[in-house]
């Protein structure tokens, strides 16, 4: 039973490129969420999406995107990478408001 | 929609002593609360959560939580400490109903000192 899993788990990007994290749960769980993880900020909420084919925003969704094509998979999209993108983030997924959480993408924009 | 503020952001603590680390959120509708850990580059484990009933809730690793309704507190305490508990803590609110979407506050790092 993998739970939540993330991929990758470390990147490096340069300025204005794009990327898609990937993160699956085998839970059969209808909500999905991504988070940033910045130092002294604690998690702050990207996206989230309540089901299959539906997102919605968080707190701080400016320059990302997010996909749930599948009720599994929930991707989240960088279009052009920003310095301040640079962060850790993590995916999880819930029931009954008990949420399961991927180890983390590390992610370093340069 | 709700919002968490952890009191502490380092907590030193002597092995085998006692440890609160402070919780207090901000609601206008009733919630559901939850403490996490996260070990060194790893992701949140739940530790324990309050979802009705009894205010005294006991989690994992021999930690438990007390909410207080009229002070809107959710502490979580350990009567002694081990090495191993070293790690941050986050305190996590959600408002009962909707896309129970987790708010989480800034986190305390607790550090057992041998």
């Known amino acids: 039973n993998a739970g939540v899993t993330q991929t990758p788990k470390f990147r490096v990007l340069k300025t204005g490129q794009s990327m898609t994290l990937l993160c699956a749960q085998d839970m059969n769980h209808e909500y999905m969420y991504w988070y940033r993880q910045d130092p002294g900020m604690g998690l702050r909420l990207i996206h989230y999406?309540?089901?299959?084919?539906?997102?919605a925003k968080g707190e701080v969704p400016d320059g990302y995107n997010v996909s749930r094509l599948k009720k599994q998979n929930f991707l989240l999209g960088l279009e052009s990478a920003a310095p301040s993108q640079t962060s850790v983030y993590f995916c999880a997924s819930s029931y009954r408001a008990w949420a399961f959480f991927g180890q983390g993408t590390r992610l370093t924009v340069v | 929609a709700q919002s968490v503020t952890q009191l502490d952001s380092q907590v030193p603590v002597f092995e085998e002593a006692p440890v609160e680390l402070r919780c207090n959120y901000s609601s206008s509708v009733s919630v559901y609360l939850f403490w996490y850990v996260q070990y060194p580059n790893q992701g949140l484990q739940l530790l324990l959560k309050y979802l009705s009933g009894s205010t005294l809730v006991k989690g994992i690793n021999g930690f438990e939580a007390e909410f207080n309704k009229s002070q809107t507190s959710f502490h979580l305490r350990k009567p002694s400490v081990h090495i191993s508990d070293t790690a941050e803590y986050f305190c996590?609110?959600?408002?009962?109903?909707?896309?129970?979407?987790?708010?989480f506050g800034t986190g305390t790092r607790l550090t057992v000192i041998p």
């Open positions: 996590a609110v959600t408002g009962m109903g909707g896309a129970n979407n987790l708010f």
């Open positions: 999406s309540v089901g299959e084919g539906t997102t």
